[in-house]
């Protein structure tokens, strides 16, 4: 990762290609199932199109760059990504600590997936985390976590893996790599979904795992290259037109979930609320110390679930809608998905509208 540059600089360099005479500024996709092969049978770059493809090099490229890692991998999902990483991670006798409090989908697969297989699972909050991954091999960590927005102490879970000898993978999907570097704060890998904030506009799905272990990120590419899970060449090329304005869509999310959190928490609809950012949010302290932003998501609780939807009539702005990371303010009760919150609990994904009009729109919807 360059210092030098800002987090919109930084985008719109990673996904910039070389600067050769007549060659386009915005490369187009490839959309190559198979490609010409050496007559000599000598290896070539692009053989199959499950195998390799130049989209997915210059995305993973990107993304290595924003992750400051050696090396990417994208995946059709974030959960494509996440369940590789686990298939080559997680083994027979292994114990494996995920997030109690973090996506529910994670939890569901390491139970009903793994856990038959003789992967002993362990699911811990993440501010029990480090307490619940001392005999662990295998450690991911969610944080912020999705929906309650706590945050795990990245650096001391580092240590404690190390010392022990343990793998730790931390999902950085509501943080992106613009509001944190796992890597750089001991992770093995990184997870995430490019889905939410970093594709940005609530219309492609795509993941990937960021590292600097050769060895781990081999085993991953193996993985992927048999089971399969690959990104589709133009949700590749989507997620890499995207990629260049998501330090200017993420910061502006960022300021207007840091507003509606000031302005929610002094609101007597609102029974609490959750974000990073507040100085009197538990989880402030550890935030200021492995954040450079707080990210886009608020988590608030109202009254009961007929008061999230009534908030959501009366708005002019809001989109009930489930993920998060969209160019629109979404409001999601979490509840209706299974996840163990109050009926009235509700995951706030800042958009990128005026923070005025926001402010403005919330106030009404909350009167």
């Not at 009903?112 to 307490?131: R, W």
């Not at 609990?345 to 800042?350: D, E, P, T, V």
Request: charge should be negative; aromatic fraction near 6%; include cysteine.
């Amino acid at each position: 990762m360059d210092g030098r540059y800002g987090d919109s600089t930084r985008s719109v360099k990673a996904v910039g290609s070389e600067p050769v005479p007549g060659s386009p500024v915005a490369p187009p996709p490839v959309p190559a199932s198979t490609f010409h092969l050496s007559p000599d049978e000598s290896e070539s770059l692009d053989k199959y199109g499950r195998y390799s493809n130049p989209t997915w090099r210059q995305l993973e490229s990107a993304l290595a760059e924003l992750e400051g890692a050696a090396a990417a991998l994208t995946f059709g999902s974030g959960m494509a990504a996440i369940t590789s990483v686990l298939r080559v991670l997680a083994k027979p006798g292994h114990t494996l600590v995920v997030p109690g409090d973090g996506y529910n989908q994670v939890r569901r697969y390491a139970r009903e997936y793994l856990a038959p297989q003789g992967v002993t699972v362990v699911e811990a909050a993440s501010a029990e985390m480090c307490h619940a991954a001392s005999d662990a091999h295998v450690v991911l960590a969610e944080t912020p976590a999705n929906p309650g927005l706590d945050v795990v102490d990245l650096h001391r879970l580092a240590m404690d893996c190390r010392r022990r000898g343990s793998t730790l993978v931390v999902d950085n999907t509501t943080a992106t790599p613009l509001g944190q570097q796992p890597l750089s704060l001991g992770a093995d890998l990184v997870v995430a979904s490019a889905t939410k904030a970093l594709s940005g506009h609530s219309d492609v799905i795509a993941g990937y795992v960021a590292g600097s272990h050769p060895e781990l990120m081999a085993a991953v590419e193996q993985d992927r290259l048999l089971a399969g899970p690959i990104l589709g060449v133009f949700e590749a090329w989507l997620v890499l037109r995207s990629l260049g304005s998501a330090g200017l869509r993420f910061e502006r999310q960022c300021h207007n979930a840091q507003a509606l959190a000031v302005m929610l928490r002094n609101h007597p609809a609102v029974k609490s609320v959750r974000y990073p950012g507040l100085p009197d949010d538990p989880s402030h302290q550890i935030a200021m110390l492995q954040m450079k932003k707080f990210g886009g998501l608020v988590a608030i609780e109202l009254e009961n679930a007929q008061a999230v939807h009534t908030m959501v009539e009366r708005s002019a702005l809001l989109v009930a809608s489930t993920s998060f990371g969209g160019i629109h303010t979404s409001v999601d009760r979490r509840a209706r998905w299974g996840d163990p919150v109050g009926d009235g609990f509700a995951r706030i994904s800042a958009g990128i509208e005026d923070t005025d009009d926001l402010i403005a729109d919330f106030e009404h919807a909350l009167a």
